[in-house]
């Protein structure tokens, strides 16, 4: 069992950074990571993903803004979210996956407005 637990979730203007954390009950060395978004009315859906081994992918929506990196030391992953658009306004849910298991965050929310 894996317990997630994000933070760094706010209100920041069109333009801004945030940066979200997960921290990870225990090793997530052989997790694939992923950070997850879901706005009112709409599904959730993903928005970047880290492999293993640091191999990233990224939702077009995001890519060249959002950068997703790893600790496996600390446990932890962060999401580095620049230019952030008012449609960047979500939950936001840390992720882990490993053969067959699948862990969630209680999300944190994200909120993008003048």
Do not use: H
């Amino acid at each position: 069992q894996v317990q997630l637990v994000e933070s760094g979730g706010g209100l920041v203007q069109p333009g801004g950074s945030l940066t979200l954390s997960c921290a990870a009950s225990t090793s997530i060395v052989f997790y694939v990571m992923a950070w997850y978004r879901q706005a009112p009315g709409k599904q959730r859906e993903l928005v970047a993903l880290i492999s293993s081994t640091g191999g990233t992918n990224y939702a077009d929506s995001v890519k060249g803004r959002f950068t997703f990196s790893r600790d496996n030391a600390k446990n932890t992953v962060n999401l580095q979210m620049n230019s952030l658009k008012p449609e960047d306004t979500a939950v936001y849910y840390c992720n882990a996956k490993n053969n067959g298991a699948n862990y969630w965050g209680q999300g944190t929310q994200v909120t993008v407005s003048s």
